[in-house]
């Protein structure tokens, strides 16, 4: 069954570490893949996408992710975390088995920054 | 551009009530879907129109749900004897289908709780 897998339901860094949250998928056919931002209380903000073109994606607040086709994986990265990054992140996927007209998501990870 | 909301943000009822929901979309959007959210998980797909058409159903949908959208515009959901296992976030988003990877943007949810 085509899946989006995100590792670890947890992330915990230091304020200004190296942020790296995991993302795989399982298709045959590669989706168009989006990280998603979740605050308390609030609905789903889109951080990035990749669809065609170049690999390496860059989006809001100092987030990149890079499209690894030959390693399914779609990981999003940020230099120097910031206080206001704690919150849930979700990867989802663009499917071929839905007609590439839904999202499937993973179950998010929820990063956690400390001082 | 308001971006997509939601009316009730919350919503306590007692087993077997009736409830609805309503989602406006962002107004140039033709595409509406539902989400629903439980805890520990990230989204899973419910449903979506395009303009008025339902085109697809998940088999999360059960024979208590309902949706419509019934002007292409605006769109409400409607689960019928509710049980405790509806208790979860619904969320909306909508999307301008020109492309196969347009972004959905997502309203702030419905946070519903089943007695």
């Known amino acids: 069954a085509q899946s989006v897998t995100q590792l670890g339901s947890h992330v915990s860094v230091s304020e200004g570490a190296l942020v790296l949250l995991r993302c795989n998928y399982s298709?045959?056919?590669?989706?168009?893949l989006f990280w998603y931002v979740q605050y308390p209380n609030q609905g789903l903000q889109l951080l990035l996408k990749?669809?065609?073109?170049?690999?390496l994606v860059k989006g809001i607040n100092g987030f990149e992710a890079e499209f690894k086709k030959s390693e399914t994986s779609f990981h999003l990265t940020k230099p120097s975390a910031h206080m206001s990054d704690a919150a849930e992140y979700f990867c989802?996927?663009?499917?071929?088995?839905?007609?590439?007209?839904?999202?499937?998501f993973g179950k998010g990870t929820m990063l956690l920054v400390s001082p | 551009d308001t971006g997509v909301s939601q009316d009730p943000r919350h919503k306590i009822t007692k087993r077997g009530q009736n409830v609805t929901f309503r989602c406006d979309p962002i107004?140039?959007?033709?595409?509406l879907y539902w989400y629903r959210q439980t805890l520990g998980q990230g989204p899973e797909f419910l449903t979506y129109?395009?303009?008025?058409?339902?085109?697809?159903k998940s088999r999360l949908l059960s024979d208590r749900f309902s949706a419509e959208r019934p002007k292409g515009s605006f769109s409400t959901l409607e689960i019928q004897r509710t049980e405790q296992g509806d208790s979860a976030m619904y969320l909306c988003?909508?999307?301008?289908?020109?492309?196969?990877?347009?972004?959905?943007?997502f309203g702030p949810g419905t946070r519903l709780l089943v007695l």
């Open positions: 129109f395009q303009n008025e058409a339902q085109l697809e």
């Open positions: 990749y669809t065609t073109g170049a690999t």
């Open positions: 988003a909508s999307s301008l289908a020109r492309h196969e990877w347009e972004t959905q943007y």
């Open positions: 989802a996927g663009a499917l071929m088995n839905s007609g590439y007209s839904t999202l499937t």
């Open positions: 107004s140039e959007h033709n595409r």
């Open positions: 298709s045959s056919v590669p989706p168009y």
